[in-house]
Nanobody, 125 residues
Framework: QVQLIESGGGLVTPGGFLVLSCTAS????????ASWFRQAPGKAREFVGG????????NYASLGRSRFTVSRDKAKNMIYLHMSDLLPEDTALYYC??????????????????WGRGTRVTVSA
């Protein structure tokens, strides 16, 4: 069992920058891919981006490909989501997720067995 805890959300103005963090409770987290999803009010959960077990491969949804960057620090059992040029439509609850087996960050939510509770990001003037 892997517990995931997100942090770093908050209120930011349009065009701003924010870094989300996800801390895992088990070192086995480092053996698998890890990803970020988000869910805006009234909308379905969607894939944002993810990183492979090795950290060498990253997969991004088109929504943030040029603005968002996923990274990981294996020494700390953590992954990060760096978000820049934030837009009001980026307002959502952002979740960290990890699969049981996958080493590559697929976009399908059903692949992921472990989820955090989310950290809220609000982009507003």
């Amino acid at each position: 069992q892997v517990q995931l805890i997100e942090s770093g959300g908050g209120l930011v103005t349009p065009g701003g920058f924010l870094v989300l963090s996800c801390t895992a409770s088990a070192r086995t987290f480092n053996d698998h891919a890890a990803s970020w999803f988000r869910q805006a009010p009234g909308k379905a959960r969607e894939f944002v981006g993810g990183i492979s077990a090795s950290g060498e491969y990253k997969n991004y949804a088109s929504l943030g490909r040029s603005r968002f960057t996923v990274s990981r620090d294996k020494a700390k059992n953590m992954i990060y989501l760096h978000m820049s040029d934030l837009l009001p439509e980026d307002t959502a609850l952002y979740y960290c997720a990890a699969p049981r087996e996958e080493v590559y960050p697929v976009s399908e939510a059903s692949t992921y067995a472990y989820w955090g509770r989310g950290t809220r990001v609000t982009v507003s003037a």
